[in-house]
Every structure is written in C-alpha cells, then in structure tokens.
C-alpha cells in the first residue's frame, strides 16, 4: 500500500515548469506540462549533475539547461543517443492537490 502525501497544488507550479521538493533521496523536482500532466523526477541530471527543475518542457520532456540532454518525465530515460536516466516518483492528483508516493521515496532511499 502507497503512503501519499501532498506536497502541494498543481496552481503553484506554472505551466511547463517545476518546483522542488525535498526528500530522502535528494531534491525532486515536480513538473507540470502545458496539458496539465505532472511528473517528478530527481532534480539532479545523470551527465553532470544539472539541476532538470530549471530546463525547458516541451511534451513530457525536459531539457537539461546545462548541454541539452532530453528526458522523458515519464520514464525517466535519456532521448536520442544519450544514456542515462533519472528516478522518477510517483504522482497524483486528488482534485488540485499533489500527492506524492512517500514509501516510494522512502524505499529508493534505502536502496
Ligand atoms: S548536466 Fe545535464 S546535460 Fe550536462
């Protein structure tokens, strides 16, 4: 069984933005796409540590601000020929309000 939380309203995040939220396994990052879909990811990129909340979204991916790689907010995969990826944390929503899954959180944590 999940133990949601809730880290917060989709309104406090604009549109193809993000915002950060601490955890055990480091800061996540909390998108939110121009079709209203939210997705959290580790804030930190696998090439050489750039913070992700702060690329640019376009579909259900985000680029990295600091050389370009692509990832997938819903998987977490690098794009292209890039390799890596980041965790990704799962997410809904209960009317505006974000919930996020802490024993998931928690497990990673303890990997
Ligand atoms: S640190 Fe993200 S692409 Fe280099």
């Known amino acids: 069984?999940?133990?949601?939380?809730?880290?917060?309203?989709?309104?406090?995040?604009?549109?193809?933005?993000a915002r950060c939220v601490k955890s055990p396994i480091g800061t996540?990052?909390?998108f939110r796409?121009?079709?209203?879909?939210?997705y959290a990811i580790e804030?930190?990129?696998p090439?050489?540590?750039?913070?992700?909340s702060q690329g640019i979204v376009h579909g259900a991916q985000v680029t990295c601000p600091l050389h370009n790689w692509v990832f997938s907010l819903e998987t977490g995969e690098a794009q292209g020929a890039?390799?890596?990826?980041v965790r990704t944390v799962a997410l809904r929503l209960d009317g505006e309000t974000i919930l996020m899954d802490a024993d998931l959180v928690m497990a990673?944590?303890?990997?």
């Open 108 to 111: 990673i944590a303890a990997e």
């Open 82 to 85: 890039d390799e890596g990826r």
């Open 33 to 38: 796409t121009a079709e209203d879909e939210i």
């Open 47 to 52: 090439h050489k540590g750039g913070p992700l």
């Open 43 to 45: 804030d930190r990129c």
């Open 1 to 17: 069984m999940s133990n949601w939380i809730a880290i917060g309203s989709i309104n406090d995040i604009p549109r193809r933005g």
């Open 28 to 30: 996540i990052a909390v």
